[in-house]
């Protein structure tokens, strides 16, 4: 089945820096989603991305859809302390229905 | 707030219990999901159904017996079972599972479950 790799596993930052994470598969995807879960909460979807190559804002998020359709991006600038949660990103294939693959998650820390 | 409620939030059981985790989703969806996310591990499918049918089960075991008795909810009934089946159980909806469309899962909160 397909595989999605996402890196890094987790990060500690300091307040204010920028933080970057990605995923990685070796199946090409139709969709991809950025969720944050929260600790003891369900994932919560964070940007949406629909078309290789789409780059896409939400507030202080940025994520794009690699043009290879095999990998997105998000980045968070200047992190608070509420950032703090586990990051997942999730690919979905057309011809899957809606079923999605998700990466193992980047753990994010950051200090005040 | 997702629009994707679930009841309870914690469970303890025995392993001779039989319990039920509840789903319910306000968005007027008609596809239905539950996920089962253990630590360290990549969130799992376990069922997905739509329009009330089950369209995928990932070969879970059978003291996991899902329900879905209208579109807006959704049931995981639990019995027997082993403690390694401790997990957060999350339940996920979507417009529709048709495929070609690009669409978006929304997920509940999720019920921790704690096997003893």
């Known amino acids: 089945g397909q595989q999605l790799n996402q890196s890094p596993q987790s990060m500690f930052i300091q307040e204010g820096e920028d933080v970057s994470m990605n995923c990685t598969s070796s199946s090409i995807f139709n969709t991809w989603l950025w969720y944050k879960q929260d600790p003891g909460e369900g994932p919560v979807l964070l940007i949406a991305?629909?078309?290789?190559?789409e780059l896409t804002s939400n507030g202080r998020l940025t994520a794009q859809f690699g043009i290879t359709r095999k990998d997105s991006f998000l980045n968070i600038s200047a992190s608070r302390p509420s950032d703090v949660g586990i990051y997942f990103c999730a690919g979905q294939l057309l011809n899957a229905g809606n079923m999605l693959t998700f990466g193992g998650g980047t753990r994010l820390m950051v200090k005040p | 707030e997702t629009g994707v409620t679930q009841t309870p939030r914690h469970l303890v059981m025995g392993m001779t219990n039989k319990k039920s985790l509840k789903c319910e989703q306000h968005l007027g969806h008609n596809a239905m999901y539950w996920y089962k996310q253990s630590a360290k591990k990549p969130l799992e499918l376990m069922f997905v159904?739509?329009?009330?049918?089950?369209?995928e089960n990932n070969s879970v075991p059978s003291r996991f017996s899902p329900e879905c008795p209208n579109s807006s909810h959704l049931f995981l009934h639990l019995h027997t079972l082993q403690p390694e089946d401790s997990a957060l159980y999350l339940c996920a909806s979507s417009q529709d599972i048709v495929t070609g469309t690009q669409e978006t899962q929304y997920f509940g909160p999720g019920t921790r479950l704690l096997v003893l």
């Open positions: 991305l629909y078309k290789a190559g």
């Open positions: 159904y739509s329009l009330e049918e089950r369209v």
